[in-house]
């Protein structure tokens, strides 16, 4: 099953790289909404020398447009060449290590626009791909990762003492208040409220008691496998989450059988990488490399929708409302399938409906560039 996922590792990240290539230089170019070029040079101005360590990124020698849009093409055809290496062989060793220093680099520059939970899991996940083989030991980091994932997501709702998550209606407002829902959501948020209650509970069994069949015997692990599994496939329905839940998914395929390695000298290395990251995690180093991270949406569910509605006008009398390509807006409107596609914008501009939108830097960029009239295509 390793091979499995390795490949399906690849598909991910090619999309990941492509899906941002096409909003690259609007969001994060010379004449993006947060241009990545002088977010660098003030970073260098005001930190020295350190500011490579604390912002690592292949884009130092280089943050030119050409530059941020050859990243997302080169990691893209890194991640489809790497389909036809052999498995856990040399070049696909150096596959990976290429593909987490290219995706590092865009996160660290991509700032607001690349600081969701799906990359850093794929970060996460794409460090340890690198050490990746047919050992038990080695296999077990990636268990962990796929048990502190779930887990995490469930102890987020139950810490948050949201009311919505302890008393199970959680879900009557999830359907019509998530970020980006698919046309599916709509028929699920009509269903009756003891769904929504048993569906919310189900969901608590899966987040907080399925994670630790990942580490029982054989037939519990099938368990823990299916059940995961099959909620990401209810998830990915009802909502657009970019690849999330496919990553997820595919880290399942791990708690399935796979021929072990039985040499001494390669367990020898597994359980050294394993007490390798254990101290990486525990110090913190690994931080600002995303090889370590914590993880939880929607602890605090959203229990209304709001919407930001940015208008703009020729002569100052006939005002005209700019629409989104995949934000929900028209009523009239059926939501959009977009995953595993995600329009970065789109998405930010849902979590600026939930704050002040006037203290948001990049909203407020955004707003400038719409007025120098310069209409890019960020999604």
Known sequence: MTQHFSRALAIIYAIAFVSFGVQVKGLIGADGILPAAGFLDSLQRQLGASAYWHVPTVFWLNHSDGALVGVCWVGASIAVGSLFLAAHGVWQRAAFVSLYVLYLSLVSVGRDFMGFQWDAL???TGFLAIFLANDRWRVLLFQILLFKLMLESGLAKLISHDETWRNLTALTYHWETQPLPTVLAWYVSHWP????????????VVELVVPFCMFGPR???YVAAGATAGFQVLILLTGNYTYFNWLTIALCLLLLPAREVGR?????????LVVLFGLIWSTGIGAQFAVFNSYGLFANMTTKRDEILIEGSDDGEKWLAYTFRYKPEALDRAPRWVAPHQPRLDWQMWFAALEDPQQLR????FVGQLLKGRRRCWG
């Not at 001494?264 to 050294?272: D, E, I, L």
């Open 122 to 124: 794929l970060l996460e």
């Open 193 to 204: 409220l003891w769904f929504q209650k048993l569906s919310c509970a189900l969901m608590f």
């Open 219 to 221: 037939k519990l692990q």
């Open 264 to 272: 001494a000298a390669n367990r020898y290395v597994s359980v050294g």
């Open 362 to 365: 990049w909203f407020q960029s």
